[in-house]
């Protein structure tokens, strides 16, 4: 489970479950912020609906950092209709997570092979990959480095030109505003072990390596197993097309 909450950091988070006189509890501290400095959107013009992101993040001066990474695609929608209907603009919303791919990139790998580093050897196969994608500041620390990855837009032609997936009748004109949410959430080092270790029970060759050592899964919950887990999010939006779009309407 995943909840939204207006903490800041520093603040304590207290969860407790209590059934058939049995009890537990987990206590976590908010971290401190990192940021983005800039980030830009590129089209892929020989891939239809294929988006490059290049990003600088800067990390916080003092402590080792870790994060996450998380894309959301967002598209409003501002109806606007003829005078004589006497109707307000209405706003339409349609947002979703995007999945990325983090390819060759070493800083977002935080250690684990890249495509480009598999060989023919057997056991170098059988390594596991950043699959829950949690990196560190281990390449960047007390200051800035540049990231990049893949994605695929979730609405095709929703950051084309004037073209829209959406209409509401009878608009006399839309207005669409599309746009790229990053947010880069600084978690702490328990829910960033805790994270790594499921890297290694994510389906892939690495479970028929026969050399591998036990791994461990880490749990915070005192009375019981599980793990809680918080982080600090900063958002930075990257707008990727803002204008009138065409009237007639295009389904998908």
Not at 11 to 24: I, P, R, T
Not at 32 to 45: G, L, N, P, W
Not at 173 to 187: C, G, H, N, Q, T
Not at 236 to 250: A, K, L
Request: proline residues 5%.
């Amino acid at each position: 489970f995943v909840f939204d909450m207006n903490l800041k950091p520093g603040d304590h988070v207290l969860v407790e479950a209590y059934c058939k006189g049995m009890s537990c509890r987990a206590e976590v501290e908010m971290p401190e912020t990192a940021s983005v400095k800039s980030a830009i959107v590129k089209d892929r013009k020989d891939q239809e609906g294929e988006y490059d992101l290049d990003m600088t993040l800067s990390d916080r001066a003092g402590d080792n950092d870790y994060f996450l990474l998380y894309l959301l695609e967002k598209n409003e929608f501002t109806f606007r209709y003829d005078e004589g209907l006497n109707l307000p603009d209405t706003t339409v919303v349609l947002s979703s997570s995007i999945g990325y791919e983090i390819g060759n990139d070493p800083v977002l790998n935080d250690g684990y092979q890249t495509e480009s580093s598999v060989t023919d050897d057997l056991f170098a196969d059988m390594m596991p990959y950043n699959v829950t994608k949690v990196f560190s500041d281990r390449f960047f620390k007390d200051s800035e480095c540049n990231v990049s990855v893949q994605f695929i837009s979730n609405y095709r032609y929703s950051f084309l030109d004037k073209r829209t997936v959406y209409w509401e009748y009878p608009a006399e004109s839309v207005y669409k505003k599309s746009y790229v949410l990053v947010r880069l959430v600084s978690i702490g080092k328990d829910y960033y072990d805790y994270l790594r270790a499921f890297n290694s029970f994510y389906p892939s060759e690495f479970e028929y390596n026969p050399l591998i050592e036990p791994v461990e899964i880490p749990s915070n919950v005192e009375g019981g197993l599980g793990f809680i887990g918080a982080g600090s999010a900063y958002d930075y939006p990257v707008v990727v097309y803002e204008g009138v779009v065409d009237r007639d309407p295009i389904y998908y």
